[in-house]
């Protein structure tokens, strides 16, 4: 597997560390007054999902990890398992809850996910972007209330709670930002 410089390091680059493979999600070069420069870098654990802190002086190697990121298409949820298939080879990939945990209030039914295996096994999967949900439960919004409010809680059919305007009501589809799980607008 290739070895990476320090220098080398950037966002989204992924790393055995721990004997984990970990992606990057912030590189900090900092060079004090007194001293050597060095990096400090902000990890996930692809396997654990737990953030790491660590610190590089410049000229360390780290390995590269060896993983794939494959375009997989959402099937369905069969109580114990998520279905996915590869849309090019119809290969399926039976991926378990504990994979899917975190994501799976953003999976919807024929979408396509990043899906990123290790040892040809499924650790991380990643939803578009952008979803669109149904709204399942709400309150209804009264008319003219708007002082003081920038929202009210939702719940999506996928089970997803996020803060919507006071226009939406239940049945209404809305386009959700996955990344940071904010209502992004309507459908």
């Known amino acids: ?17 721990d004997s984990n ?4 999600l912030n590189n900090e070069i900092v060079k004090p007054g007194k001293g050597q420069a060095f990096n400090r870098v902000k990890f996930k654990d692809l396997i654990t999902g737990k953030t790491l802190i660590k ?4 000229g360390e190697f780290l390995e590269g990890a060896d993983v794939m990121e494959l375009d997989l298409q959402y099937l369905y949820n069969d109580g114990n398992a998520w279905n996915f298939m590869d ?42 972007n952008h979803v669109i949900l149904e709204v399942f439960d709400t309150d209804p919004g009264l008319k003219g ?3 003081g ?7 999506m059919n996928t089970g997803v709670v996020l803060q919507v305007p006071l226009f939406v009501s239940i049945g209404d ?8 799980n904010e209502y992004a607008g309507r459908a």
């Open 149 to 155: 409010a920038s929202g009210k809680p939702a719940t």
């Open 1 to 17: 597997m290739d070895k990476y410089s320090i220098n080398q390091f950037k966002n989204g680059l992924k790393l055995m560390l």
């Open 173 to 180: 589809k809305v386009k959700v930002d996955t990344r940071i």
């Open 87 to 128: 849309p090019h080879s119809f290969e399926q990939y039976i991926i378990d809850g504990i994979t899917v945990s975190s994501v799976k209030g953003y999976l919807v039914e024929q979408d396509i996910c990043i899906v990123t295996l290790w040892n040809d096994n499924p650790i991380s999967i990643t939803p578009p």
């Open 55 to 58: 610190t590089f002086k410049s």
């Open 21 to 24: 493979p970990c992606s990057i």
């Open 145 to 147: 209330d708007t002082i």
